[in-house]
């Protein structure tokens, strides 16, 4: 199975509403959503689709440097080589793009990873389930999503997945901290039976931090997620010896060696995982293991990747085990996509598509449709 061609496709999906998090308004409601479809062909006419999803509110990657980095380096370094060589081809990716601080251009990554094992699924006639060796399943708990800065739109919303089969709510916190609680206290009052878990997108100061914990200890919090910068593990790591609350680390946990990295220093009790960020289902996977082998718990999430990313992350999910509903949040915000084969919500659970590789089956019409200029 010889790599033929790999096709770049920058697209702007519909959103249902923006969405916003201590950084900044990751997808307007008027403008749409940035993301970019991969399409790797072999030699036998077999293709494999897929996704990464930038914003430059919560990573350096944009989808310009997504794209050029596709078609400027990586589609020229891979064409010829043998798809189903997966360490092969990470080598030469990881070279065409070297490493910083963490894993380089993991989000560009992703795309490529994930076409990769969506192209193998494909010709050995086996779900994506089947090549990691994990149970397919029909469906996946998801986390409702709350992001407002509005107390009555926060009752709402808590209101509805309580009475809606939802298990657990993802809130978004960071902006200020008085205000903060005020929303975390009107969710729980509303949902008093759901797993919290609050997520502050590296909003806060250690001292907000602390200040932020030790009323959640009050309210009843479950997890506390990414409170301080992405590189202040030993931030981390205090905040953890003052307060009760379990500690999960989302953007400082970019690759393995990020993991090993808080696993050494005691930063965190959760791992966030996340297919979009650690370079695809190759990178997650490992991390995921390496944080289930040192006793930390672990939660998925997503970065409102489209039916095929979210698909992709869920199959993942299941074969780590992860048991806590995902944060898996496409379907709360984005209005459509190029998939013909997506699933719907059923009390708190998307239904997965079925079928070899991924399982997703790509809509030409509305790919062209919903395509842009880079």
Same mark, same amino acid.
């Given at each position: 199975?010889?790599?033929?061609? $790999? ?41 494999? *689709? ?7 509110? *919560?990573?350096?990657? @944009? ?9 400027? %380096? ?7 080589? +043998? ?35 969506? $192209?193998? &699924? ?12 994990? +149970? ?7 986390? %409702?999503?709350?992001?407002? +800065? ?5 009752? &709402?919303?808590?209101? !509805?997945?309580? #009475? ?32 919290? +878990? ?6 806060? @100061? ?17 997890? =506390? ?28 946990? *970019? ?14 009790? !959760? ?10 289902? @190759? ?17 998925? &999430?997503? $970065? ?25 949040? &496409?379907?709360? =915000? ?11 919500? #059923? ?28």
């Amino acid at each position: 199975m010889i790599i033929k061609d $790999l096709q770049v496709f920058p697209l702007l999906l519909p959103m249902k509403q923006s969405f916003q998090i201590s950084g900044g308004t990751v997808g307007d409601g008027n403008q749409g959503a940035p993301h970019v479809y991969v399409k790797i062909i072999s030699d036998d006419g077999i293709e494999g *689709w897929g996704e990464a999803r930038p914003s430059h509110r *919560w990573s350096y990657e @944009t989808m310009e440097t997504v794209v050029s980095t596709l078609q400027k %380096y990586i589609r020229p370094a891979i064409i010829g080589k +043998r798809g189903d060589d997966l360490t092969t081809l990470h080598e030469i990716i990881d070279k065409e793009i070297s490493f910083g601080i963490s894993k380089g251009q993991p989000i560009c990554k992703a795309a490529v990873d994930m076409a990769l094992y969506d $192209l193998m &699924g494909k010709s050995s006639k086996k779900s994506l389930a089947e090549i990691l060796l994990g +149970r397919s399943k029909e469906k996946i708990d998801l986390s %409702y999503l709350i992001s407002t +800065r509005n107390i009555e739109e926060a009752a &709402g919303k808590a209101k !509805y997945a309580s #009475e809606n089969g939802y298990k657990a709510v993802d809130v978004k916190i960071g902006f200020n901290v008085d205000f903060d609680m005020e929303v975390l206290e009107t969710v729980r009052a509303e949902a008093p039976n759901l797993f919290l +878990r609050v997520d502050a997108n590296q909003g806060y @100061t250690l001292p907000e931090a602390i200040k932020a914990a030790k009323k959640m200890e009050r309210i009843g919090v479950d997890v =506390f997620e990414q409170p301080l910068k992405a590189n202040d593990l030993l931030g981390h790591r205090e905040l953890r010896r003052k307060t009760s609350v379990p500690i999960a680390l989302d953007e400082s946990i *970019w690759s393995p060696s990020d993991v090993l990295q808080a696993i050494r220093l005691e930063a965190c009790d !959760y791992a966030v995982i996340k297919l979009t960020k650690m370079g695809g289902i @190759t990178g997650a996977k490992l991390a995921g293991e390496i944080s289930k082998e040192a006793n930390l718990g672990l939660l998925g &999430g997503g $970065l409102t990747e489209s039916s095929l990313g979210l698909t992709s992350s869920a199959h993942l999910f299941n074969y780590l085990g992860i048991t806590l509903p995902s944060d898996l949040n &496409g379907p709360f =915000f984005l209005a459509d996509d190029p998939i013909q084969n997506k699933g719907d919500i #059923e009390m708190g659970a998307i239904l997965l598509p079925s079928g070899y590789g991924i399982g997703c089956e790509v809509d030409i019409n509305k790919l062209e449709m919903y395509k842009t200029q880079v």
